[in-house]
T-cell receptor
Framework: ETGVTQSPTHLIKTRGQQVTLRCSSQ?????VSWYQQALGQGPQFIFQ???????GRGNFPPRFSGLQFPNYSSELNVNALELDDSALYLC?????????????FGSGTRLTVV | EDKVVQSPLSLVVHEGDTVTLNCSYE??????LLWYKQEKKAPTFLFML????IEKKSGRLSSILDKKELFSILNITATQTGDSAVYLC????????????FGKGTLLTVNP
């Protein structure tokens, strides 16, 4: 079990609905990154948060948004869900000044949109 | 656009076999290449490579990077059923604050 906790583990939503996924960082980590992993694909970078501000964004539409809280935990919000949003959503915490080998992934939230 | 390609996409071997997984990349401002093992959900870190020609080893696993030919290999010797997993290759670039670009992964199945 990693030091990064994600909730919920599974979720089923209807097309058009909104969803919030949560991530608690590993102790001491100040940066959170979110990835989307569709079935049979590698994870794709959504965005990263550092000190409560977005610190980089991948090729995802604005209906994907996030928050980081003072305790470094984070939320990923997706509005107007589409069927293609069905995927495993992974959160990774790290130190901004640390190396990429310091990434710690959570176990993910499996989102199914029907 | 940064690109990472892994091959093969899937592989079935018997316990005791040796396997070689491949990862090629096309990125601007390369910083590092990482290998992860994904068994169920959370990818777990295996290696980070930044310099060409220096092999990294951990038990039966080893990896090496060729920055001239833009590829890396991950070797697993004396495979065990517990090695069955998806192996992911990812590349980090300078200035991206550790955004990683992943390949699709190689699904390794080790049969007893």
């Amino acid at each position: 079990e990693t030091g990064v906790t994600q909730s919920p583990t599974h979720l089923i939503k209807t097309r058009g609905q909104q969803v919030t996924l949560r991530c608690s960082s590993q102790s001491g980590h100040n940066t959170v990154s979110w990835y989307q992993q569709a079935l049979g694909q590698g994870p794709q970078f959504i965005f990263q948060y550092y000190r409560e501000e977005e610190n980089g964004r991948g090729n995802f539409p604005p209906r994907f948004s996030g928050l980081q809280f003072p305790n470094y935990s984070s939320e990923l919000n997706v509005n107007a869900l589409e069927l293609d949003d069905s995927a495993l959503y992974l959160c990774a915490s790290s130190l901004l000044t640390g190396g990429a080998d310091g990434y710690t992934f959570g176990s993910g939230t499996r989102l199914t949109v029907v | 656009e940064d690109k990472v390609v892994q091959s093969p996409l899937s592989l079935v071997v018997h316990e005791g076999d040796t396997v070689t997984l491949n990862c090629s990349y096309e990125v601007t401002n390369f910083r590092s290449l990482l290998w992860y093992k994904q068994e169920k959900k959370a990818p777990t870190f295996l290696f980070m490579l930044t310099s060409s020609g220096i092999e990294k080893k951990s038990g039966r696993l080893s990896s090496i990077l060729d920055k001239k030919e833009l590829f890396s290999i991950l070797n697993i010797t004396a495979t065990q059923t517990g090695d069955s997993a998806v192996y992911l290759c990812a590349v980090g670039v300078v200035g991206s604050n550790y955004k990683l670009t992943f390949g699709k992964g190689t699904l390794l199945t080790v049969n007893p």
